[in-house]
């Protein structure tokens, strides 16, 4: 014999109601999202990356997703953002080719430290280094070939133009000494070629 059911109690009934108001209120959001991302024709994270890949850069490319590399990274739209991820898009503006196969081959010598997935032993990550040398080349050809355009996070230089954020941090935050000792690159297109140049030259030099 089943039970009679019970009438809800007062405080059940509140409770279900606001949990059912999320719900309506997460679709209805989602929704005008959808909405408003269809009838956009910008989109809606802009790419502050490029790739111009090589031959043997689209071999890497399609070997990177075919060895479990996006499981925990992202390059080129493909791969998890999740977790303990590195993004790798705008890699090549930050490594060279020589420093990502050397990583490849033998991480932890080469980032001169224990790392948390790539080392030897038991790691998740500890496959890729033993894999074949000409693949792993391969890759990094294909990883320092993901360029990142000025402004991009992982760029060396500041976005273009003026940015009164930018001003406002700098005028918050920045120590007075730095002002004297730093100048303003934006400002000066020659000290913003200066600057870049010495950043890609810092990372040949790994
Ligand atoms: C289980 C997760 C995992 C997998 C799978 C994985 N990685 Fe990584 N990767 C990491 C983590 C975490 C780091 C940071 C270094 C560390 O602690 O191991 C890293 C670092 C890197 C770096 C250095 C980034 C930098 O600038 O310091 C490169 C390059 C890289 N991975 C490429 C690859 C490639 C190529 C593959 C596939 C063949 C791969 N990874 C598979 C987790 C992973």
């Not at 071999?59 to 739209?77: P, Q, V, Y």
């Not at 898009?89 to 081959?105: C, K, M, P, V």
């Not at 990883?143 to 940015?163: C, F, H, M, N, R």
Request: net charge negative; with cysteine.
């Amino acid at each position: 014999m089943s039970k009679p059911s019970q009438p809800l109690k007062p405080g059940e009934k509140i409770l279900f109601t606001v949990a059912g108001l999320f719900v309506v209120f997460a679709v209805i959001a989602f929704i005008i999202m959808q909405v408003v991302i269809s009838k956009s024709d910008k989109p809606l994270f802009e790419t502050k990356t490029h790739a111009e890949l090589s031959e043997e850069g689209q071999l890497g490319s399609r070997l990177f997703r075919e060895n479990g590399c996006t499981t925990c990274h992202r390059a080129l739209r493909n791969g998890t953002n999740m977790g303990r991820t590195a993004d790798l898009d705008g890699i090549g503006s930050r490594r060279t080719q020589e420093w990502l196969n050397a990583f490849l081959q033998s991480p932890e010598s080469t980032y001169g430290s224990q790392t948390i997935d790539h080392g030897p032993g038991q790691r998740s990550a500890a496959y890729v280094s033993e894999m074949p040398k000409q693949d792993l080349h391969a890759i990094a050809t294909f990883l320092s070939e993901l360029i990142s355009d000025q402004g991009s996070s992982s760029a060396a230089v500041p976005p273009k133009g003026d940015s009164p954020f930018i001003d406002s941090m700098v005028n918050t935050w920045a120590p007075k000494e730095w002002k004297e000792k730093y100048k303003d690159v934006r400002d000066d297109p020659a000290a913003l070629k200066e600057a870049n140049d010495r950043a890609i030259q810092e990372i040949q030099q790994p």
